[in-house]
């Protein structure tokens, strides 16, 4: 199965496409706010370098909820706004590979912002700079398929938002995943980039848009130092986005349709987002 697909496990250590409509959104307030993210997501198969559908019998599915716990300060460096940023994602895995069935479940990878810095642009718009650290925890097996990686992953993270309260609103996020070795297995995912999107219109309380990601893996796997070849992921998903922003809370549905495939499993997800603030400072 290696061979069928690329990064270890042929699990990414970013889920591209979670970021979904919060690419660069920082509250500008002091405060500790949360995102629940609710995901289902299914596929039902493997493809090659040339993104064409490999004859392996394989089905997943998986379930996820995060919580993800950001906290806005109130002091700024550098010009900036600072934040820093929790994430804690349970996962429930099921594979169906040539017959074989398996269940897992259990905590995948914690990921782990030491510190976000937002400068505001221009009205309405924004430009967010930030380190991701997924760290390796979870529940991770090298003799299985697993809900977590073996390493740890350090991931760069600039993203930009051009978002009118009644009128346009898009924004890119541009992750790089730099990835450590294995230490069980001597296998190092190749690095790799991912960029989360959204695109839409505000009515008011209403968005109505799309979101999707494209991943290019641009470094190849290697197993004990040798590079294998050929065998790099990249992916592409889009799809429709509606959004209800109460000001006090947010509550967001998003479906993305896997569109291209390449040395990886072409994947359809449903999220389900609620964001709220478990403490704020009143403005002035």
Known sequence: M???????????????????????????????????????????????????????????????????????????????????????????????????????????????????????????????????????????????????????????VVAFRYKDPNGLDVGISNRLLFNSKNSDTGYRSGSGYVGDFTAGWNFGKWKVGAVGSYLNQFRDDKVNGVDIANNRARSFSIGPSVVYDAGAFSVGINYQQGVYAANTAKSNALWLNVAFPLWAKAPH
């Open 2 to 156: 290696h061979g069928a697909h690329a990064f270890e496990g042929g699990i990414s250590p970013f889920p591209a496409g979670s970021t979904g409509e919060y690419i660069a959104a920082m509250p500008p307030i002091p405060g500790l706010f949360a995102v629940e993210q609710i995901n289902y997501s299914t596929s039902n198969g493997l493809y090659d370098n040339n993104g064409k559908k490999l004859p392996i019998p394989f089905e997943t599915s998986a379930f996820s909820a995060t919580t993800r716990l950001l906290a806005s300060y109130p002091v700024n460096v550098l010009g900036a706004n600072l934040y820093s940023q929790l994430v804690v994602p349970g996962v429930k895995l099921h594979t169906d590979v040539a017959g074989h069935s398996e269940r897992h479940g259990g905590l995948s990878n914690i990921t782990l912002s030491p510190a976000i810095l937002r400068w505001g642009l221009a009205p309405h718009s924004n430009v967010t700079v930030g380190l991701d650290i997924a760290l390796r925890s979870g529940s991770y097996s090298p003799s299985r398929p697993s809900v977590a990686v073996g390493y740890t992953s350090y991931q760069p």
